[in-house]
Every structure is written in structure tokens, then in C-alpha cells.
């Protein structure tokens, strides 16, 4: 509840930014233009267009136009084969025809048609060719699924063909049965459960190694295990010294999945140290009184960070700098983000609202895969698009309420459709050094980066007519505030003009910038996200873009 403020203050933001976008001087006009490729939206022929045309214009045609339910099925006309469904046949003469339409596991259509001419439109609805099943089970509460559909008992009509009957009930063995239906006839079956002796197994924890000082669900680990039937169980969380830190007792177990949640803390809510943790398991069978065991570990460890981390140009960090931390092996995120700039220059309605899917996981204890796919919504035309793909080294970390991080990384982009770099993730290799200073959460990242593109940055709608190798280099920097639960900042970047030029090393305008809202929604892996970005060239002539964005890191 005490982050309810702060999660309608995101809410809030979500629903003002992008209303609150704003601009000056045609910078943005220059932006929204250089991504108007309509030269490149390849132009289909009549003869290349792999779509039907609506009924209203089949109208002012001649021929007959055929559609089933379901779609897809074979047309014969006179015993000759035309096609699948939909289907148009322009060359047809006046007179009387016999129309077949076949589809497998379904009772083909026949009719003696009469074509007069111009636009006939003919649909058929094929019926389903079915046989029944006659099903009675015992005990009559076990569920049953029929080729994962489930079904009562009792007598079903089924479409005929050879279907895998499963039933099951806790406390008695799963039965399995092969059934086949065929066309009007009636199946029996009959099935009757097996009592199950009682049994534990599949302990498992869904984070064999955690920080319980992550937020959230970031700091839990869910221990599960599987019982047959029913019975009562404990579990208890044991130290190396053999000491009991935590345990719980389970109600009369009545599934067979069975889990409880350990934050890591003793009973008394005391974080552990970090160590090797046994799990402890045993449940006592309600027929019997027999006693089970099982047995897992777990380890703490509060080295291990797992933060949220917003993608925007390619790799990992806040939007316009990327952070040197990477994620634990076994863990990911998948995120978007949204965002948009409205406005009207000239009596003419401008939009560009760049829109990112990304996915973030780490193969290893130093080492992170980014993925980002981004489009960019301008009208309904043409759609610029990029994709990236980043490896993250991180190369040093410290511990303490001060420390410094540093990593590499290696970032090859595609980008279609746009001269802009309004993501500052253009076309080409890069190759970045990230370096982060922080005292308590609080820190100060640097990234400078270097690029080889074909291409130069540029706001010309025809930036690649003239390919050529270009190097440049960005630099980067932000101010982030990161507690866990609420992480903020605002970040920038500046291009460098091509290296080798008559102004190598010199400022290439515009300036990029963000500011960055992420809120973790309470007790679970859920972040909502708002953001404000700008494109800055002079006081005369920027516009900014604000926008929202949900994310899960596991």
C-alpha cells in the first residue's frame, strides 16, 4: 500500500505524456519526412496481387465467386478441379453446371448449379462428417480431455478420426485410452480409476540461487514438489549448521502440485546470510501414517542483482546510455515501450511513434543477449523498422554502498526505411564501453561508443542512394536513481561527425535525450513504464515525445 502514491502517479504520467508532446522549428517535420520511404513500398501489379477484391467490385464483373465454411476446400466444376476456397473464375459460360466442394473429414457439398452470367456469388457450409462416443467413468468427478478438449460423460458427437482419451483424479492413477470414432457410429467406453498409493516427488525451486534483497517477487524463491494423494506435509529450511530457520506446515494436501514461497528470511523476518540452504520435505500418508522424505538445496547469495532496464538504443540501461550490470544466468525481461509526438505543421497532421518489443537474458554470470525490434507508426503506408542484437561483458564490479561497475559490448543493427537516428541505434556495428559510479542508489553512468555503418546519418528521405563506409562515435551519459522497486533517470547521447572529415570529432546535432519512470507494480515481477524523449538541435528547434511501456523480469 506504500506504493499506491507513487503507481497512480504512473498512471497518471501514462495518460499526459504523450498529450503533453511539444515542438519548435521543423526539426520534427524533418524527422517525419526522412521516414516517408513510399519510393520503397514495393507496388504490386494486378497480376501480382495475391488478395481477392471485395464483393463490390466483383460486381461490376462477370464470373462466379465460391467461399466455404471452412475455408480452403477443393472446387470442381463438371468433375474439373479450379481451386480452394475463396475462389473467383472469371471464364465461365452461361449454362448448367455440377459444383463439388470437398474438404477432408467433411461431407462434400454437391449442387446442380445455374450460371446466367455477370456476378453470382455462391457460399456452402459443409457439415462435418461425426460418429459418438459413449463415455461412463468412475469415480463420475474425475475430469477428462479428449485431445486436450475436455468433455463430460455421457454420449458426445465427435468429428470421426483417432482421438487420446486421458482421466484423472487426485488420489488415483491417470488412465489413458486410443479411441476412434467413425462415421455414425456410437463408441462405448468405459473407464474405471485406480486408487493411487501415496508418493512424493519432482522437488524442485524456481531460483536455484537468490538475493533476497531483490524487489518483489525478484527476491523469492518458489519451492514445489508432487504428491499422488492425500496426506499432510511440512517443510523446513535448514542452515549449514543444521539449524531450523524457517519451516511450514501445508494443509491436507487435495492437488498434486504442491508449493510455498521462501523470501529468504528466518521466521522471525531476519534476511539470512548467504550460504547453501537444504530443504526439507516430509508428508505422512492419510491411508497409512507413512512417512515420505524428500530433499533440495537452494543458495543465497546477495551479490546476485537483478534490475530493470529499459532497451532504447539497442542494449541494456537507461534509454540513451547503456549500464554496465548484467542479468544473473537463468534470468530475463521481455518489454516494450511506447511513445509518440503529435502535432500539426502547416494545416497538416504530423505522427511518429516509435513502438519497441525487446527481450533481455543472461546465458551466463557475466554475460547478456539483448534483442530489440522496433517500428515506427507514421502512416498507413510505410512503416520504418530496425532490429538489433547486443552481447554484454560486464568486466568489473565492486561491492559496497560504493562501487564501480564496467562492462563491454558489441551491438550489430539493421535499420530500414529512416536517415534519422531518433534512437541513436543506427545501421552498423558498434562497439560500446559502459561505466557506472554509484553511491547507495544513486550513480553516474558514462558509455562512449564507436560505430562502422554504410551509411551517414541524415534527415533526407534518400539517405542510401550514396553508400559509403562511415565511423563516428557517440557519447553517453545518465543520472539514475535505482532503489529496486521505483527506478529513474535521464539520459543522453550526441553523435560525433564522421571520423576522417574535414570536422572529424566535431558535435553532430541533434542532441538526444530522456527522462525515465519504471515502477514495479507491488509483490510481483511486473513494471509499468513511462517516458519523455527529446530531440534538441537549438531553443528554436527541438520537439519532445513522451510515451509508456509494461515489462516482466524474471
Not at 471452412?70 to 449454362?95: E, F, M, Q, R, S
Not at 537452494?298 to 530493470?308: A, E, F, L, P
Request: proline letters at 5%; glycine letters at 8%; aromatic letters at 14%.
Amino acid at each position: 500500500m506504500k506504493q499506491l502514491p507513487y503507481f497512480l502517479i504512473v498512471i497518471i504520467l501514462f495518460f499526459s505524456l504523450p498529450g503533453c508532446s511539444t515542438s519548435k522549428g521543423s526539426l520534427f517535420k524533418d524527422t517525419h519526412e526522412s521516414d516517408k520511404r513510399k519510393d520503397h513500398s514495393p507496388a504490386l501489379s494486378d497480376d501480382d496481387d495475391p488478395y481477392y477484391p471485395e464483393d463490390d467490385e466483383y460486381e461490376k464483373a462477370e464470373g462466379l465467386y465460391v467461399t466455404s465454411s471452412p475455408y480452403g476446400a477443393t472446387v470442381y466444376l463438371d468433375n474439373k478441379y479450379y481451386g480452394t476456397t475463396p475462389l473467383w473464375i472469371p471464364d465461365i459460360k452461361t449454362g448448367n453446371y455440377m459444383l463439388a466442394i470437398t474438404y477432408p473429414g467433411y461431407y462434400s457439398h454437391n449442387d446442380w448449379i445455374y450460371y446466367p452470367g455477370g456476378y453470382i456469388k455462391y457460399n456452402a457450409t459443409l457439415k462435418p462428417v461425426t460418429g459418438y462416443l459413449d463415455l461412463s467413468v468412475s469415480p463420475q468427478d474425475a475430469s477428462i480431455s479428449f485431445n486436450d478438449r475436455i468433455i463430460s460423460r455421457g454420449i458426445t458427437e465427435l468429428r470421426v478420426g483417432t482421438y487420446e482419451l486421458h482421466v484423472r483424479k487426485f488420489g488415483y492413477k491417470d488412465a489413458y485410452r486410443t479411441v476412434t470414432i467413425d462415421e455414425k457410429t456410437t463408441t462405448s467406453v468405459t473407464v474405471v480409476l485406480e486408487e493411487a498409493s501415496f508418493s512424493l516427488s519432482n522437488p524442485g525451486v524456481s531460483r536455484k540461487i537468490f538475493n533476497p534483497m531483490n524487489p518483489g517477487t525478484l527476491g523469492n524463491t518458489e519451492i514445489s514438489f508432487y504428491v499422488t494423494s492425500s496426506g499432510n506435509g511440512t517443510l523446513a529450511v535448514i542452515d549449514k549448521n543444521g539449524s531450523e530457520v524457517y519451516s511450514r506446515t501445508f494443509p491436507m494436501f487435495q492437488t498434486w502440485y504442491q508449493y510455498c514461497t521462501w523470501n529468504g528470511k528466518t521466521q522471525n523476518g531476519v534476511i539470512c546470510p548467504d550460504g547453501e540452504y537444504t530443504i526439507s520435505i516430509k508428508a505422512i500418508a492419510e491411508k497409512d501414517g507413512e512417512i515420505h522424505s524428500l530433499y533440495t538445496t537452494v543458495r543465497i547469495d546477495r551479490s546476485i542483482t537483478i534490475s530493470y532496464r529499459s532497451m532504447w538504443n539497442g542494449v541494456t540501461g537507461l534509454m540513451y546510455v547503456s549500464t554496465p550490470d548484467v542479468l544473473p544466468g537463468s534470468s530475463f525481461q521481455i518489454s516494450t515501450l511506447f511513445s509518440a509526438h503529435i502535432e500539426t505543421y502547416n494545416g497538416q497532421l504530423l505522427m511518429r511513434a516509435p513502438s519497441q518489443l525487446s527481450v533481455r537474458f543472461g546465458p551466463g554470470s557475466s554475460t547478456e543477449v539483448d534483442i530489440l525490434a522496433t517500428i515506427i507508426l507514421i502512416d498507413a503506408d510505410f512503416f520504418p523498422y530496425s532490429i538489433s542484437a547486443a552481447v554484454k561483458y560486464q568486466t568489473l564490479k565492486t561491492r559496497g554502498t560504493i562501487n564501480i561497475q564496467s562492462a563491454l559490448y558489441a551491438k550489430a543493427t539493421f535499420h530500414y526505411g529512416t536517415g534519422a537516428d531518433t534512437l541513436s541505434n543506427f545501421t552498423g556495428l558498434s562497439l560500446g564501453v559502459p561505466f557506472q559510479a554509484a553511491a547507495g542508489y544513486f550513480s553516474l553512468i558514462l558509455s562512449p561508443e564507436i560505430i562502422i555503418s554504410p551509411f551517414k546519418v541524415t534527415y533526407a528521405p534518400d539517405y542510401d542512394k550514396d553508400i559509403a563506409l562511415t565511423v563516428w562515435g557517440y557519447g553517453r551519459c545518465g543520472i539514475m536513481f535505482d532503489p529496486g522497486t521505483i527506478i529513474t533517470g535521464i539520459s543522453c547521447a550526441i553523435r560525433t561527425t564522421p571520423f576522417g572529415g574535414k570536422e572529424a570529432f566535431g558535435i553532430h546535432y541533434p542532441l538526444l535525450g530522456a527522462y525515465e519512470l519504471h515502477m514495479m507494480v507491488p509483490d510481483s515481477s511486473l513494471f509499468l513504464s513511462c517516458i519523455a524523449g527529446t530531440e534538441f538541435e537549438s531553443a528554436d528547434n527541438f520537439y519532445i515525445m513522451g510515451g509508456f511501456g509494461v515489462g516482466f523480469i524474471y
